[in-house]
């Protein structure tokens, strides 16, 4: 072999080894990266918004209304769901309902 073959063979060889790295290069995942700070946001948000983060160890009694009247509150609630309230007619003033006028 003459060396201008072989060395157009090893350059050859080292531009195709070149290329491969530079296409596996394009595979790289940057997800690590980005997850890494995923849902810190929201997570700020959240805390802002709360009032009071050790609210659920207070389990002293809600004051101001006794059970019966709760008990008949939460009934008065679920059954407005199962018949919604009548709806009425609004009385249309200074317009005409019908197309004859």
Do not use: W
């Amino acid at each position: 072999m003459s060396l201008a073959h072989l060395l157009s063979t090893r350059l050859a060889q080292t531009l195709s080894a070149l290329g491969g790295a530079a296409l596996l290069v394009g595979c790289v995942s940057t997800t690590p990266v980005l997850d890494a700070k995923f849902g810190d946001a929201v997570r700020q948000a959240r805390r802002a918004q709360t009032l009071n983060p050790n609210a659920s160890a207070n389990r002293d009694p809600v004051l101001g209304i006794d059970g019966k009247a709760g008990a008949a509150a939460q009934e008065r609630y679920q059954e407005s769901f199962k018949t919604p309230p009548k709806t009425f007619e609004v009385i249309n003033i200074g317009g005409s309902l019908s197309k004859d006028q």
